[in-house]
């Protein structure tokens, strides 16, 4: 028998999990509805006056990002030499909800981290070395543990189902969508994703981007400055994990 081969049922405390989640998110989705129930439309909502000096803003921003972009460029060895290629990172976006800058943005979409509080499984390479140096004010990133993984696959996984977006919740719908490349059960996910094996690109492209809480006692630093100069943004190595504990 295959060592990840894992019956169709879950272990107890991982159903437990499971189970609690998937309330949890018909709690959400009840009360939204509720919300949008009680919602009150006025005649110009979504109309909303700009001042000048909110575009002039914006400019700078962008045009302070593009600079950075091209001084990073022109540097030798932008690529971080502290990770071997091919091994697993977990990407954060934790600061951004409007980017001006147009170069920024196309580069945080390569990484599938449209919005802030998202966070991604990356397989290390040269190309997302550089990516992710250009774009370092805006991202956390590290090499996650098999706690972590697993943390973040059944607390904040999402799945493409049926043309739907839907929370994993067991392993039959995990046979139904990756059943033909030999994954059966929620564990060979978390293996395949912590192994970087043969089929984890197939694996992340049917899996949604994680949509994080911030940490339970707030971000301690800086959040565009890069963590080895005690700020939050950038490279943490295996220190990822303490961060990602106090957000799980």
């Given at each position: 028998m295959?060592?990840?081969a894992i019956p169709n049922?879950?272990?107890?405390?991982?159903?437990?999990v499971l189970?609690h989640?998937?309330?949890?998110?018909?709690q959400?989705k009840?009360?939204?509805?509720?919300?949008?129930?009680?919602?009150?439309?006025?005649p110009?909502?979504?109309e909303?006056?700009k001042k000048?000096?909110?575009f002039?803003?914006e400019?700078?921003?962008?045009e302070?990002?593009?600079k950075?972009?091209k001084?990073q460029?022109?540097?030798n060895?932008?690529?971080?030499?502290n990770?071997?290629?091919?091994?697993?990172?977990?990407?954060?976006?934790h600061?951004g909800?409007h980017i001006a800058?147009?170069?920024c943005?196309t580069?945080?979409?390569?990484?599938?981290?449209h919005r802030?509080?998202?966070?991604?499984?990356?397989r290390?390479?040269?190309?997302?070395s550089?990516?992710?140096?250009l774009?370092?004010?805006?991202v956390?990133y590290g090499?996650?543990?098999?706690?972590?993984?697993r943390?973040?696959?059944?607390?904040?996984?999402?799945?493409?189902?049926?043309?739907?977006?839907s929370?994993?919740?067991s392993?039959?719908?995990?046979?139904?969508i990756f059943?033909n490349?030999?994954i059966?059960c929620?564990?060979d996910?978390v293996?395949?994703i912590?192994s970087v094996?043969?089929?984890f690109d197939k694996v992340?492209k049917?899996?949604?981007?994680?949509?994080?809480?911030?940490p339970?006692?707030g971000w301690?630093?800086?959040k565009?400055?890069?963590f080895?100069?005690g700020g939050?943004?950038?490279f943490?190595g295996d220190k990822l994990?303490?961060?990602?504990?106090?957000?799980?």
């Open positions: 295959d060592k990840y049922k879950l272990p107890s405390k991982q159903i437990t189970t989640r998937k309330r949890r998110i018909e959400k009840a009360a939204l509805q509720k919300t949008h129930k009680k919602k009150i439309v006025k110009n909502d979504g909303h006056f000048p000096e909110f002039v803003a400019y700078r921003k962008a302070r990002d593009d950075r972009i001084r460029i022109m540097r060895g932008i690529q971080n030499k990770i071997k290629e091919n091994t697993l990172i977990v990407a954060i976006r600061r909800t800058s147009e170069q943005m580069m945080l979409n390569m990484l599938n981290l802030m509080h998202q966070a991604v499984f990356l290390f390479t040269p190309e997302v550089t990516i992710l140096s774009v370092e004010p805006y956390i090499t996650p543990d098999v706690g972590s993984v943390d973040l696959i059944f607390k904040y996984g999402f799945v493409k189902y049926n043309g739907k977006k929370a994993i919740s392993n039959i719908q995990i046979e139904e059943g490349i030999g059966i929620v564990e996910i293996h395949e912590i094996g043969p089929n992340t049917m899996m949604y981007p994680f949509v994080l809480p911030n339970k006692d301690l630093g800086k565009g400055l890069a080895k100069k939050v943004a950038g943490r994990n303490e961060l990602l504990k106090t957000i799980i």
